[in-house]
Nanobody, 116 residues
Framework: QVQLVESGGGLVQAGGSLGLSCAASGSGSSVNTMGWFRQFPGKQREWVARITSGGSTNYADSVKGRFTISMDNAKNMVYLQMNSLKPEDTAVYYC??????????WGQGTQVTVSS
């Protein structure tokens, strides 16, 4: 069974930086992509960034140039470095993993709060 565990959320002032980590277990070498989503209160979850097992990355326009996603294939970990944070980045951030089979898994989420 695939499990994802996020860490690194917290409180930061606007303009500051925060790094998130997500550890995947049980996926073996069958990872297709890993990524990050976020959910604002009362809103649907929105996509933030994605990285393929080959290292290709994509970002939502709202975070492009400020957030960086990276992956350690050997450790099955994905990271999200968030710089120049804004109050509107405040959300619960979720790690996701998609296997080559198409199965999709989510982490439990970690709160990021950016104060103005």
């Amino acid at each position: 069974q695939v499990q994802l565990v996020e860490s690194g959320g917290g409180l930061v002032q606007a303009g500051g930086s925060l790094g998130l980590s997500c550890a995947a277990s049980g996926s073996g070498s069958s990872v297709n992509t890993m990524g990050w989503f976020r959910q604002f209160p009362g809103k649907q979850r929105e996509w933030v960034a994605r990285i393929t097992s080959g290292g290709s990355t994509n970002y939502a326009d709202s975070v492009k140039g400020r957030f960086t996603i990276s992956m350690d294939n050997a450790k099955n970990m994905v990271y999200l470095q968030m710089n120049s944070l804004k109050p509107e980045d405040t959300a619960v951030y979720y790690c996701d993993l998609v296997l080559l089979s198409g199965r999709h898994y989510w982490g439990q989420g970690t709160q990021v709060t950016v104060s103005s």
